[in-house]
């Protein structure tokens, strides 16, 4: 989702981490994903504070041009969402490993489900890259991650979830815009107030856009004389993407980067900050973890997220405009990776071994089978330990009669496999 540099990660916040299960047949892999129908917080409810701020923002919408008759319809049936604030406090990008996230934003199953509808796009995509200069790939793993390729588009209210959040005061100046800038799309006719759904932020659409993103960037590309991210056709919400990150400063015919391999005993700089030159990358032993060498577009850095001898990257000035659109380096590496998985490159040449528990990913998905077969529901096999697979152990060792802990182990894998 299309948020400020100085903002925060809220793109893919609907994203379950108990991850996705691949059902076939050509239908979207099911998604936990939050939904007023099922998450009772995030029902309207009432607050009395709340209800004044309302009436306070009320006079300042209108003094910015808001009509009464569009703040009335906006608002209607919306109302304060506890869950969008606890949401907003725990988000996937800065709360798993590089290793978890990717099990989340970008497995296998949504490769295989994702590829058919990225062809289907892709002469769209080209026509859309001829005018901002944003390669195909990197569009469709923005749809991919955001939306699951249109699939999971959200079912949050946006003007709830943003007056609740500007609100409850933390991020209150930002959101407070982003209300402002929902309502205009509503006294505009770009879409109707019952259109306005999307994640727990007010992301919206097929690439999940901010109302601010949306007023500063939405693009009518397909020329139906409509601004439209909403409906099933995703060309304009894919066009307003491209169009950010060309402003954002995305360099035409580069990459973001690459996955490296680097030299037993390497002692030379790590992250972001640490740009250096292609060549002297080279003199210090990286290269390309599938061959080749390494590409020259400017000033790079070295990443590796979860130390040396596991996934490392050399990113280029392009990743950076990918966290333009989400400030998480996780999100800016998910980002690239399916974006080449998309362009037919295949998985890490490099693993990420096994965690502090002693099991790999592997591992972790046969413990989760195991518990589930065994009627302990731990969720989807994914790997990604959750509070649903810490219930699921902690139910098998009480019932087994063993020390209630909650932690995987090699030993609690061995029992149930």
Same mark, same amino acid.
């Given at each position: 989702?299309?948020?400020?540099?100085?903002?925060?990660?809220?793109?893919?916040?609907?994203?379950?981490?108990?991850?996705?299960?691949?059902?076939?047949?050509?239908?979207?892999?099911?998604?936990?994903?939050?939904?007023?129908?099922?998450?009772?917080?995030?029902?309207?409810?009432?607050?009395?504070?709340?209800?004044?701020?309302?009436?306070?923002?009320?006079?300042?919408?209108?003094?910015?041009?808001?009509?009464?008759?569009?703040?009335?319809?906006?608002?209607?049936?919306?109302?304060?969402?506890?869950?969008?604030?606890?949401?907003?406090?725990?988000?996937?990008?800065?709360?798993?490993?590089?290793?978890?996230?990717?099990?989340?934003?970008?497995?296998?199953?949504?490769?295989?489900?994702?590829?058919?509808?990225?062809?289907?796009?892709?002469?769209?995509?080209?026509?859309?890259?001829?005018?901002?200069?944003?390669?195909?790939?990197?569009?469709?793993?923005?749809?991919?991650?955001?939306?699951?390729? $249109?699939?999971? %588009? =959200?079912?949050?209210?946006?003007?709830?979830? /943003?007056?609740?959040?500007?609100?409850? #005061?933390?991020? &209150? @100046?930002?959101?407070?815009?982003?209300?402002?800038?929902?309502?205009?799309?509503?006294?505009?006719?770009?879409?109707?107030?019952?259109?306005?759904?999307?994640?727990?932020?007010?992301?919206?659409?097929?690439?999940?856009?901010?109302?601010?993103?949306?007023?500063?960037?939405?693009?009518?590309?397909?020329?139906?004389?409509?601004?439209?991210?909403?409906?099933?056709?995703?060309?304009?919400?894919?066009?307003?993407?491209?169009?950010?990150?060309?402003?954002? $400063?995305?360099? %035409? =015919?580069?990459?973001?980067?690459?996955?490296? /391999?680097?030299?037993?005993?390497?002692? #030379?700089?790590? &992250? @972001?900050?640490?740009?250096?030159?292609?060549?002297?990358?080279?003199?210090?032993?990286?290269?390309?973890?599938?061959?080749?060498?390494?590409?020259?577009?400017?000033?790079?850095?070295?990443?590796?997220?979860?130390?040396?001898?596991?996934?490392?990257?050399?990113?280029?000035?392009?990743?950076?405009?990918?966290?333009?659109?989400?400030?998480?380096?996780?999100?800016?590496?998910?980002?690239?990776?399916?974006?080449?998985?998309?362009?037919?490159?295949?998985?890490?040449?490099?693993?990420?071994?096994?965690?502090?528990?002693?099991? /790999?990913?592997?591992?972790?998905?046969?413990?989760?089978? &195991?518990?589930?077969?065994?009627?302990?529901?731990?969720?989807?096999?994914?790997?990604?330990?959750?509070?649903?697979?810490?219930?699921?152990?902690?139910?098998?060792?009480?019932?087994?009669?063993?020390?209630?802990?909650?932690?995987?182990?090699?030993?609690?894998?061995?029992?149930?496999?």
């Amino acid at each position: 989702m299309t948020i400020s540099r100085r903002a925060f990660s809220i793109g893919i916040a609907a994203i379950s981490l108990s991850g996705c299960v691949g059902t076939g047949g050509g239908r979207a892999p099911a998604v936990a994903r939050p939904d007023p129908a099922t998450d009772p917080d995030l029902r309207p409810q009432p607050n009395a504070s709340y209800d004044a701020w309302v009436a306070a923002f009320r006079d300042r919408a209108m003094a910015q041009g808001i009509s009464a008759a569009t703040f009335d319809a906006g608002f209607r049936g919306q109302g304060y969402l506890p869950g969008v604030i606890e949401r907003d406090r725990n988000q996937t990008e800065f709360k798993r490993s590089l290793e978890d996230y990717l099990a989340i934003v970008a497995p296998e199953e949504k490769l295989r489900f994702g590829k058919p509808l990225y062809a289907r796009q892709i002469g769209t995509l080209r026509q859309i890259e001829d005018r901002y200069g944003v390669p195909p790939h990197i569009l469709g793993a923005v749809w991919g991650l955001e939306s699951y390729f $249109g699939t999971k %588009r =959200g079912t949050i209210p946006v003007i709830s979830a /943003t007056s609740t959040l500007a609100w409850e #005061g933390r991020r &209150g @100046r930002f959101f407070e815009s982003n209300l402002m800038d929902a309502l205009r799309i509503i006294q505009t006719g770009d879409a109707r107030p019952a259109q306005l759904v999307g994640s727990w932020a007010g992301a919206m659409g097929h690439t999940q856009l901010i109302p601010n993103a949306y007023q500063a960037n939405a693009v009518d590309f397909n020329g139906d004389g409509k601004r439209d991210i909403w409906t099933e056709d995703p060309t304009d919400a894919l066009a307003s993407t491209a169009r950010f990150l060309s402003r954002a $400063g995305w360099r %035409r =015919g580069q990459t973001w980067g690459l996955e490296v /391999t680097v030299p037993n005993g390497y002692s #030379g700089p790590t &992250g @972001r900050g640490n740009t250096r030159s292609v060549a002297t990358w080279r003199d210090l032993g990286l290269r390309p973890a599938k061959g080749g060498s390494l590409p020259d577009h400017g000033s790079a850095a070295l990443l590796a997220p979860m130390g040396l001898g596991r996934p490392s990257f050399l990113v280029y000035h392009n990743f950076n405009m990918i966290l333009r659109y989400n400030p998480s380096e996780n999100y800016g590496l998910g980002i690239g990776y399916l974006a080449d998985r998309l362009n037919g490159g295949g998985p890490l040449s490099a693993g990420f071994g096994p965690d502090q528990y002693g099991l /790999t990913l592997d591992d972790r998905k046969a413990l989760q089978r &195991g518990l589930t077969q065994r009627g302990f529901d731990a969720g989807t096999p994914d790997g990604v330990l959750g509070k649903k697979t810490e219930a699921a152990i902690r139910a098998y060792q009480q019932e087994q009669g063993l020390p209630v802990t909650g932690t995987p182990s090699r030993d609690l894998l061995r029992r149930l496999t």
